[in-house]
């Protein structure tokens, strides 16, 4: 999936993947990171999702990065922010209120440019890329946070009867990505209502990423 992939995406308004209501695992696990009002939630691959309206609403300070400059300006329409834009290496930086979101590729984005996060939330992110560039994201995502605490959302199911994104991430693949740096802690599995994309059956997970140094 190159930029351009997405760029089109956003430009034919070809967002299958946004839902119309903050995500049910979000709302319902989000209180196992144990933050404090304010803390910053990264939220990476971000789209527009209304997962940021709600992490705002419970006091959170969020950071995105996301390609799309489509995808951000509606993101600060759909809230009623009037964005402050400035630069940053990697192209610009959408800010208003406790909402900071860097258009540009994540991989461009450092830690020292990104700041110190509390927590990391990916929906739709490690399973939007394909195989053969997970491994760089989850190890890029870890550095860049210092390995914050995170909850992430995948889902599994037979690779070959879709082709993805989303891609399958199996259990064993999150632990090979992750378990260096993390405790890892399944929280829910639910089954996809319908299968995904009615095509096969799919089952959504929610991890607890636990920091194994902190
Ligand atoms: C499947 S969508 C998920 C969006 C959002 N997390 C959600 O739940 O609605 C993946 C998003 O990641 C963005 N994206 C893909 N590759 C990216 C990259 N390398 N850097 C930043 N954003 C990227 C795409 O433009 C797209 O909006």
Not at 122 to 142: C, F, G, M, Q, W
Request: glycine share 8%; with cysteine.
């Amino acid at each position: 999936m190159d930029e351009l992939f997405w760029q089109k995406k956003w430009e034919q308004n070809q967002i299958g993947f946004h839902e119309p209501t903050p995500h049910s695992f979000l709302v319902q696990y989000f209180s196992f990171l144990h933050l404090k009002k304010g803390a910053c939630v990264f939220v990476p691959l971000c789209g527009k999702s209304l997962d940021i309206h709600w992490l705002l609403i419970q006091g959170m300070t969020v950071v995105g990065v996301e390609l799309s400059r489509i995808a951000v300006e509606s993101l600060f329409q759909e809230l009623g922010y009037t964005p402050c834009v400035t630069e940053w290496d990697g192209g610009v930086t959408f800010e208003a209120g406790k909402l900071r979101v860097y258009v540009g590729n994540v991989f461009d984005l450092t830690a020292q440019e990104l700041g110190g996060v509390s927590a990391v939330y990916d929906r739709a992110a490690l399973i939007a890329l394909p195989e053969a560039t997970r491994h760089k994201y989850a190890a890029h995502i870890v550095s860049i946070t210092q390995a914050a605490p995170q909850l992430l959302i995948t889902l599994d199911y037979e690779q070959a009867a879709l082709k993805g994104p989303p891609f399958s991430v199996g259990e064993e693949e999150v632990r090979q990505l992750y378990a260096a740096s993390y405790e890892l802690e399944i929280l829910e599995r639910e089954d996809v209502e319908g299968g995904l994309k009615g095509v096969c059956p799919a089952v959504e997970m929610i991890w607890h990423l636990k920091p194994l140094s902190k």
